[in-house]
């Protein structure tokens, strides 16, 4: 039409990448089939920030495809503090989804135990479970790793990055 605006693109929220437990075992099937490596990161991203970029990229660079578990608000809460999370993990979800170099975003249930995420691994069978250097945890994913076949990789993320330290300094 003569004279008027030009359409502006509307962002768009990718919901086909947030995933839910029985989605994520059938997709994962299917890019394991097609002979594509799959990565796994996991975490809290409450606030997105450099740290988180950097890492979510270096770790998808490990493979074909990126899963990521994505902790519940109760998790979130029971790691980080009462005042936590400051983002729902409704919100946190749609934002990891609209990233490039992350491909699926898995929701996981209000407090996981340690059985739980063993059996989400065994399922989806990663080629790489890709860790910070500082993963508390590094004993329990070497496990689940290798009874899922794949291996740990410790990637690089950066440490002048917190959403803790952010959160803090927005309290003072």
Same mark, same amino acid.
């Given at each position: 039409?003569?004279? *008027?605006?030009?359409? /502006?693109? %509307? !962002?768009?929220? =990718? #919901? ?71 983002? *729902?993990?409704?919100? /946190?979800? %749609? !934002?990891?989804? =609209? #990233? ?73």
């Amino acid at each position: 039409m003569a004279g *008027s605006l030009p359409s /502006r693109n %509307k !962002a768009t929220i =990718n #919901l086909d990448k947030i995933l839910d437990i029985k989605q994520a075992i059938e997709i994962s099937g299917k890019i394991r089939r097609g002979g594509k490596l799959i990565v796994l990161a996991g975490g809290c991203f409450d606030i997105l920030h450099k740290g988180h970029l950097l890492f979510l990229r270096n770790a998808r660079e490990q493979g074909d495809v990126l899963f990521l578990f994505l902790e519940s608000d109760e998790n979130v809460k029971r790691l980080k503090g009462d005042d936590r999370p400051i983002n *729902s993990q409704e919100v /946190r979800a %749609k !934002a990891l989804s =609209n #990233l490039p170099f992350v491909d699926y975003v898995i929701k996981l249930s209000k407090l996981p135990t340690d059985k739980y995420y063993d059996r989400l691994i065994a399922h989806i069978r990663p080629s790489v479970i890709a860790v910070t250097e500082d993963d508390p945890n590094l004993g329990q994913r070497k496990k689940q790793a290798e009874t899922a076949g794949g291996i740990v990789k410790s990637v690089t993320r950066r440490t002048d990055h917190s959403t803790t330290e952010f959160a803090r300094l927005l309290k003072k």
